[in-house]
């Protein structure tokens, strides 16, 4: 048994809250990984912005103030770099990443990846791409976001689904592109489609808040497309989202540059739905062009894959079938077995 140590310094949040209300990706995954660790027999501590000390599903929270263990066998220091020398006597020290690693760039980030010398983790290959070579380290490792059991194991639709888009990532990613190439290419040539709206600041904690404003412009133009089948549902906790991506025929997501592994596409495909994406960051890595979906490199293309997947039986249910072989394989225990090999 190790003792592995996760810190993190951004939004407020607990083992609890991915029960209790949305929660983004970033903070899932943290929530994900500790508790599969503690499954497997490790002393796993998380130390983050939480408001009181808990001890939820074999993990210890506390808040970071409180300070960290003098020793670890694996520190997995999250994102900031604030964290990054607080335990030089943890055997092992990580820096698990997730935005694109521009960031890195800066002296105080340099400074620090320097002295320590952790192995960075990266999400995916294409996040990986984004950190220059000449940036100090002790060694790079990719280990993708495992996709929950909720999604993997659950019991995808059996039948037909209405023709029913779903939309459920940032709706600073897209959204407003989505909604025009709705309005203008998709809808009329699926006239009976609907396309729901699980998206809102409320996932995102503070940072939404920062953004309300830009989102809510957003989200209030998709209110007011009901004349077009959209339906503005906001974010849901997790065991709901199951239940909604049953019921879809098809995820519609441009991507974005900053996108390094998109959850929202991997749990959708997991449940066997098939997703229409544009080759741009991540998303090629989440949908297999062809054959769980479509992944495609301009509007046009991107309009007539989509009314494909809402009209045609026959293809849904390839693409269909075809996702639920592929995509439920990797999981959070194949995840926390790579960061394991990290202490060796």
Same mark, same amino acid.
């Given at each position: 048994m190790a003792r592995i140590v996760i810190a993190d310094d951004g939004i407020r949040f607990d083992g609890r809250t991915l029960r209790e209300r949305p929660l983004g990706g970033v903070e899932s995954s943290v929530v994900a990984l500790a508790e599969e660790l503690a499954r497997r027999g490790h002393e796993v501590m998380v130390r983050n912005m939480c408001e009181k000390p808990i001890h939820h599903e074999g993990v210890d929270w506390a808040p970071l103030a409180g300070g960290l263990?003098?020793?670890?066998?694996?520190?997995i220091a999250n994102r900031g770099d604030r964290l990054l020398n607080l335990m030089p006597g943890a055997r092992r020290t990580a820096f698990w990443i997730h935005n694109p690693a521009r960031y890195l760039l800066k002296w105080r980030y340099l400074s620090k990846l320097w002295r320590v010398r952790p192995v960075i983790v990266f999400i995916g290959e294409y996040h990986a791409t984004t950190c220059p070579g000449w940036v100090p380290d002790g060694g790079r490792a990719i280990i993708p976001y495992g996709i929950p059991d909720l999604f993997r194991k659950a019991p995808p639709a059996t039948t037909?689904?209405?023709?029913?888009?779903?939309?459920?990532?940032?709706?600073?990613?897209?959204?407003d592109w989505l909604l025009d190439i709705w309005e203008k290419a998709i809808r009329p040539q699926a006239p009976d489609s609907e396309l729901h709206v699980f998206s809102g600041p409320q996932t995102y904690g503070s940072v939404g808040d920062d953004k309300a404003a830009a989102m809510k412009a957003v989200l209030d133009r998709a209110a007011a497309m009901a004349d077009y089948g959209v339906v503005l549902r906001g974010p849901v906790p997790k065991e709901s989202l199951v239940d909604e991506l049953r019921s879809a025929r098809v995820m519609l997501y441009r991507s974005d540059i900053n996108e390094t592994?998109?959850?929202?596409l991997g749990e959708a495909q997991a449940m066997g739905v098939p997703c229409v994406v544009q080759?741009?960051?991540?998303?090629?890595?989440?949908?297999?062009?062809? =054959?769980?979906?479509? =992944?495609?490199d301009n509007d046009a293309d991107f309009a007539a894959a989509s009314v494909a997947l809402l009209s045609d039986e026959g293809l849904w249910m390839s693409r269909h079938r075809a996702a639920l072989e592929k995509q439920r394989v990797w999981g959070w225990p194949d995840a926390a077995a790579a960061f394991e090999r990290l202490i060796d």
């Open positions: 263990p003098d020793k670890a066998d694996l520190y037909l689904p209405a023709p029913r888009a779903i939309f459920t990532s940032n709706p600073l990613r897209g959204l592994f998109c959850l929202a080759n741009i960051g991540s998303a090629g890595e989440r949908v297999m062009d062809g =054959v769980t979906g479509s =992944v495609v």
